[in-house]
């Protein structure tokens, strides 16, 4: 299957730990967003890439978050910390970079803070 | 600032019923685009359309059709003879094209109706 896919699909943490995501985008796709999506509500963009350059962060990206597309291809998500209201779907996207406005988007990945 | 609306939380209906979900949108930008997303209960964001600013031509296929109106700043989605598996949340969402960038990047979703179809 040549879409987006995001590991791990759920994570449960303890609150004060740090979890990582991973997100592997569609191959040949030069731009890699990130958004959070929380109960009852639709996602918000938190981030994104144009090969290795992150072009722009929302203020939702506090100081905890850090995301990095260290090659141009798989990108991590890292949340130092963690709080409970850090619970949510992350979920990942990619498309062409002349085509930001086809974004496929991955299964997400499910965060749980206790 | 751009913002979409989608005042319609829940909606519930019998299959075969027809149904309307509601999208206002505001942006600032005469450049933009809309789309509809579909999210089942498996979670996984499903596209259904976009279209541009400058296309203002309904749409239909199969079951789903679309209005838009940019008079209203509107961008409605009707499913027509509803099924069970129509039943999941729908955003609207809304993206621009701004100047010095050679895409749009960010997408801006709604906060989702769900739409429940009873047997």
């Known amino acids: 299957d040549t879409g987006v896919s995001q590991n791990p699909r759920h994570k449960i943490t303890k609150r004060g730990q740090n979890v990582t995501f991973r997100c592997d985008p569609i191959?040949?796709?030069?731009?890699l967003y990130w958004y959070r999506q929380t109960l009852g509500q639709g996602p918000e963009f938190l981030t994104y890439?144009?090969?290795?350059?992150?072009?722009?962060k929302s203020r939702l990206l506090s100081d905890r978050f850090s995301a990095e597309r260290p090659k141009g291809s798989f990108s991590t998500l890292e949340i130092q910390r963690t709080e409970q209201g850090d619970s949510a779907m992350y979920l990942c996207?990619?498309?062409?970079?002349?085509?930001?406005?086809?974004?496929?988007f991955g299964p997400g990945t499910r965060l749980t803070v206790l | 600032a751009q913002k979409v609306t989608q005042a319609q939380t829940e909606i519930s209906v019998v299959e075969k019923e027809d149904v309307t979900l509601d999208c206002v949108y505001e942006?600032?930008?005469?450049?933009?685009?809309l789309f509809w997303y579909k999210q089942p209960p498996s979670g996984e964001l499903v596209f259904l359309i976009r279209?541009?600013?400058?296309?203002?031509q309904n749409e239909i296929s199969g079951r789903y059709s679309w209005n838009f109106q940019k008079s209203t700043s509107s961008f409605n989605f009707t499913i027509t003879a509803s099924q069970v598996v129509d039943s999941a949340v729908y955003f609207c969402?809304?993206?621009?094209?701004?100047?010095?960038?050679?895409?749009?990047?960010?997408?801006?979703f709604g906060s989702g109706t769900r739409l429940s179809i009873r047997p």
């Open positions: 996207a990619s498309s062409l970079v002349d085509r930001g406005n086809e974004q496929f």
């Open positions: 191959s040949e796709h030069n731009r």
């Open positions: 890439f144009q090969n290795e350059a992150q072009l722009e």
């Open positions: 942006t600032r930008d005469t450049t933009y685009y």
């Open positions: 279209r541009n600013s400058f296309d203002e």
């Open positions: 969402a809304l993206s621009d094209l701004r100047p010095g960038y050679s895409s749009a990047s960010k997408i801006i």
